[in-house]
């Protein structure tokens, strides 16, 4: 089984402030926050780690509910007016991101541009570079870097064929920074794009999982 993951990135706000606006939002859909043992890695819970540099990041629980946890990164944003971001990875095929601000969805992107499922909807899903670059300008991200980030592809393109996946050096898939460990087309440009953001790993403050209030 491949890697599926989904990540927010929280720019410029502590792990404090994200756990008290994510508690409140749960709090009004009549759910509480139950708090798990940090160090056991093996439970299917929220990971919030702590600051590093300018992130903050969280990782999502299993499963692929797409309409809550994303009104939860709203609010976070709207309560903290602070820009950020979903990651994702499906089954090592293929990523996407969604951009966030101010509490209002700015921009989507999906490498893969034929699978829609239960990501974007039939929601524009190209992907804008310099919409990336306006919501985290201190960070001086390169627009051409941004722009290999954000390809995708379809699997009904001509040149789709033509790619040879196993082969590092396809000019076709080139890695879009030399220190990169996927090329552009490949899923875990997830991982890729987080460094390129300046994403650190850090230490997990919080792990928890949501339960519904008693009555």
């Known amino acids: 089984m491949g890697t599926f993951r989904r990540t927010n990135l929280f720019y410029g706000v502590d792990h404090e402030q994200v756990y008290a606006a994510l508690e409140e939002f749960w709090l009004q859909q009549g759910h509480t926050l139950r708090r798990e043992d940090v160090n056991n890695v093996n439970l299917d819970s929220y990971e919030l780690h702590e600051r590093r540099g300018d992130w903050t990041v969280l990782e999502w629980t299993k499963g692929w509910e797409w309409d809550l946890r994303r009104r939860a990164q709203l609010h976070v944003s709207r309560t903290l007016d602070c820009p950020g971001l979903l990651v994702f990875i499906y089954d090592d095929d293929f990523w996407g991101c969604e951009l966030f601000h101010h509490g209002t969805v700015i921009d989507q992107f999906q490498q893969e541009s034929d699978v829609r499922g239960s990501f974007f909807d039939d929601l524009p899903i190209e992907g804008r570079p310099d919409l990336l670059l306006a919501a985290f300008p201190?960070?001086?991200?390169?627009?051409?870097?941004?722009?290999?980030?954000?390809?995708?592809?379809?699997?009904?393109?001509?040149?789709?064929?033509?790619?040879?996946?196993?082969?590092?050096n396809d000019p076709l898939n080139q890695p879009v920074r030399p220190d990169d460990g996927f090329g552009r087309l490949d899923g875990g440009v997830y991982w890729n794009f987080q460094h390129f953001l300046g994403v650190e790993p850090a230490p997990v403050r919080h792990r928890f999982t949501t339960a519904p209030s008693a009555p």
């Open 138 to 168: 201190a960070l001086g991200l390169d627009p051409d870097h941004a722009r290999g980030y954000l390809t995708h592809y379809s699997i009904y393109d001509p040149w789709y064929d033509e790619v040879d996946w196993e082969d590092d």
